[in-house]
């Protein structure tokens, strides 16, 4: 798990140099929610507030979020994807797709099929509650 975490965190320099693997881990949390507030990045994320705040600031200073007023709530500000960041994020997972689709080209269909079980059921745990 750690030389995949490495990976992914090396990957993700390269294929954008303005972008770690936390940001375009954050892009895609809110391009998928359609747009949250950084608390909810945080508490999502089981990040600091401060972490989060740094992110997100480096990340407006970049053009790829903007803050927008709630509709339903104006004293509260929702991050959001600009047509930078989304373009961005577009390259950046394309890039991934045709990664992986390189590393498991020659996988046999039973190895891809048990291999795609094993990640189903490691994303589907959930901690006990009360847990971090």
């Given at each position: 798990?750690?030389?995949?975490?490495?990976?992914?965190?090396?990957?993700?320099?390269?294929?954008h140099?303005?972008?770690?693997l936390v940001s375009y881990?954050?892009l895609?949390h809110?391009?998928?929610?359609?747009?949250?507030?950084?608390?909810?990045?945080?508490?999502?994320?089981?990040?600091?507030k401060s972490?989060?705040?740094?992110q997100?600031?480096?990340?407006e200073?970049?053009?790829?979020?903007e803050?927008?007023?709630?509709?339903?709530?104006?004293?509260?500000?929702?991050l959001h994807l600009?047509?930078?960041?989304?373009?961005?994020?577009?390259?950046?997972?394309?890039?991934?797709?045709?990664?992986?689709?390189?590393?498991?080209?020659?996988?046999?269909a039973e190895?891809?099929?048990?291999?795609?079980?094993?990640?189903?059921?490691?994303?589907?745990?959930?901690p006990?509650?009360?847990?971090?």
């Amino acid at each position: 798990m750690t030389v995949f975490a490495r990976r992914a965190r090396a990957s993700a320099g390269r294929m954008h140099p303005e972008l770690s693997l936390v940001s375009y881990t954050l892009l895609g949390h809110l391009e998928e929610r359609g747009g949250c507030r950084a608390t909810d990045l945080a508490a999502h994320y089981a990040l600091d507030k401060s972490t989060v705040s740094r992110q997100v600031a480096a990340l407006e200073r970049a053009a790829l979020i903007e803050r927008r007023l709630d509709p339903e709530d104006h004293r509260v500000q929702v991050l959001h994807l600009t047509d930078a960041g989304r373009r961005i994020l577009a390259q950046v997972t394309e890039s991934r797709r045709a990664a992986f689709h390189e590393r498991l080209a020659d996988w046999p269909a039973e190895d891809l099929e048990r291999f795609a079980g094993y990640l189903t059921r490691y994303n589907a745990w959930t901690p006990p509650s009360g847990t971090p």
